[in-house]
């Protein structure tokens, strides 16, 4: 467990598209329902 907590820049990288993925469909789904919430108006 303490050799998958080290600061590896495979792990770093691993984690930044994690977070890069996450926050680019968090995004889309809010554009989406903007959206939705447009068209239903």
Known sequence: MAL???ASPSNRH???M????E???RT???ITSNIMI???L
Do not use: E, G, K
């Open 23 to 25: 926050a680019r469909m």
């Open 4 to 6: 998958m907590r080290t």
């Open 28 to 30: 889309h789904v809010h």
């Open 14 to 16: 691993a984690s930044l």
């Open 38 to 40: 447009i068209n239903i």
């Open 18 to 21: 994690c977070h890069y993925v």
